[in-house]
């Protein structure tokens, strides 16, 4: 019912920028919060950015400055702009969005992407 397409991803040097996207489809009738996480090996996926239904967002004290979230909802996407990248940065990245499906409905549930890889060479 919700896909979530995430591009963007990919081999960077240190220093290097890029930029991430997240396309949600499907029967969504209301988005709230979308946001990114990210995963390396054997961590617990961690949260990067977080942007709110009304602009508002939080970010991960590791990319503050350096990363920044924002949404298009006329298309229901996600971006992160990342800059002056360095291999902590190195992950999986996931998107995410909490979303309602029916105008009736009062729930609102998270769906994910499959992740995009972002590799930091130093």
């Known amino acids: 019912q919700v896909q979530l397409v995430e591009s963007g991803g990919g081999l960077v040097q240190a220093g290097g920028s890029l930029t991430l996207s997240c396309a949600a489809s499907?029967?969504?009738?209301?988005?709230?919060?979308m946001g990114w996480y990210r995963q390396v090996p054997g961590k617990e996926r961690e949260l990067v950015a977080r942007?709110?239904?009304?602009?508002?967002?939080n970010y991960a004290d590791s990319v503050k400055g350096r990363f920044t979230a924002s949404r298009d909802d006329a298309k229901n996407t996600l971006y992160l702009q990342m800059s002056n990248l360095n291999a902590d940065d190195t992950a999986v990245y996931y998107c995410?969005?909490?979303?309602?499906?029916?105008?009736?409905?009062?729930?609102?549930?998270?769906?994910w992407g499959q992740g995009t890889q972002v590799t930091v060479s130093s």
């Open positions: 942007i709110s239904s009304g602009g508002s967002t």
């Open positions: 995410y969005i909490n979303a309602k499906l029916r105008a009736w409905s009062s729930i609102f549930r998270d769906y």
């Open positions: 499907g029967t969504i009738f209301s988005i709230n919060a």
